[in-house]
């Protein structure tokens, strides 16, 4: 069974930082692609940051040069340093994981997000 959970969260000024960790169950991290996503007040759930089994990293534009995805295969745990915080990036952010259950088909994991909130 796959499991992850999010910890990290807090409230923080603008221009702040946080890292946040996400600490997985029931599949490696160095052998699958891990993002971390967030959803604000009233808007949909976005991807922001993924590594892949490789290390590559990607970030969405909103994100790329202020966050940093990164992973510590010995405990298993996926982290998102994020730097120069502003007030857009409040939201709660998720840990998603998923497995291939067909050729065209998968299934997503998520955990139960944890809370940041960046006051101006």
């Known amino acids: 069974q796959v499991q992850l959970e999010e910890a990290g969260g807090d409230l923080v000024r603008a221009g702040g930082s946080l890292e946040l960790s996400c600490k997985v169950a029931g599949i490696s991290v160095a052998r699958n692609s891990i993002n971390w996503c967030r959803q604000a007040p009233g808007k949909a759930r976005e991807c922001i940051a993924t590594i892949s089994r490789d290390l590559t990293t990607n970030y969405t534009d909103s994100v790329k040069g202020r966050f940093d995805i990164s992973r510590a295969d010995a405990i298993n745990t996926v982290f998102l340093r994020m730097d120069n915080l502003k007030t857009e990036d409040t939201a709660v952010y998720y840990c998603?994981?998923?497995?291939?259950?067909?050729?065209?088909?998968?299934?997503?994991?998520w955990g139960p997000g944890t809370q940041v909130t960046v006051s101006s």
């Open positions: 998603n994981a998923f497995i291939f259950t067909g050729w065209t088909t998968r299934r997503d994991f």
